[in-house]
């Protein structure tokens, strides 16, 4: 892995949402990631590999892959499918290529540098589109959303799984307190206050699931669904590229 950069002091929320923050931060991204999820974030992916729907010897593509945790677990619970997984940090998929290779995933599991507003593959080549804890980070979601129905084949399914800030219920205000409180402070102890501070603010700003059920619909899926998980922490999103094409 190419060694780890410091995150500008000067740099804006945009900056801060792309592939050289996560560059930065690679090395302990999982580390966090299972503390301030509370060791929740695994059971999370689980939930959305199974509303995948992977059919014998399907085609995935994990998109925002990271350091591959999705895709992994995709790959792992159906033994017969290949899994792409794209990302715009070259540091992130380094330490996923190591993963991989621990778990003896190669080939089945390819990890590529792409960015999700513009995808390098052809319309028509995935089965499922996955994405865990990245769609917040794409400045420009509907054009994401509409290249993950491009290369969906008909019928394919789309699962994202996303935080979220609960409104509502008996346990909302604790849970916004994990948010604002827990998670950057946790996260500056052990990564980088900046990079943290700007994961509570990105969570947010990410809008309601009502609302993001209708992004998902508008840019061409049916059947689009939001499920909450954990009292309303993460969102799990389900939508299907219709069998013709809108």
Do not use: C
């Not at 993460?234 to 069998?243: G, M, N, Q």
């Amino acid at each position: 892995m190419s060694e780890e950069t410091t995150m500008d002091p000067q740099a804006t929320d945009a900056q801060l949402g792309s592939g050289a923050m996560f560059d930065a931060i690679a090395g302990r991204y999982d580390r966090v990631n299972r503390i301030v999820s509370l060791g929740l974030d695994q059971g999370w992916r689980r939930r959305t590999v199974a509303a995948l729907g992977v059919p014998q010897g399907g085609r995935v593509l994990d998109l925002a892959t990271g350091t591959a945790d999705l895709a992994i677990a995709i790959a792992e619970a159906h033994p017969t499918a290949d899994v792409v997984g794209s990302d715009p940090s070259r540091n992130m998929l380094a330490i996923g290529r190591t993963k991989v290779t621990a778990r003896e995933l190669d080939p089945r599991v390819v990890l590529e540098e792409a960015d999700a507003v513009s995808l390098p593959y052809p319309d028509e080549t995935f089965d499922g589109v996955s994405m865990a804890f990245g769609i917040r980070n794409v400045p420009d979601r509907p054009r994401a959303l509409r290249e993950a129905l491009r290369v969906l084949r008909p019928g394919g399914r789309l699962a994202i799984l996303e935080l979220s800030e609960p409104r509502r219920g008996a346990l909302a205000h604790l849970a916004r307190f994990h948010v604002h409180t827990v998670v950057p402070t946790v996260g500056a102890w052990l990564s980088g206050a900046r990079e943290y501070r700007y994961l509570e603010k990105s969570i947010a700003a990410f809008p309601p699931a009502e609302e993001f059920v209708q992004t998902i619909a508008e840019a061409g899926f049916e059947d689009a669904n939001a499920e909450g998980l954990t009292f309303g922490v993460v969102h799990l999103y389900t939508a299907r590229r219709p069998a013709e094409r809108r």
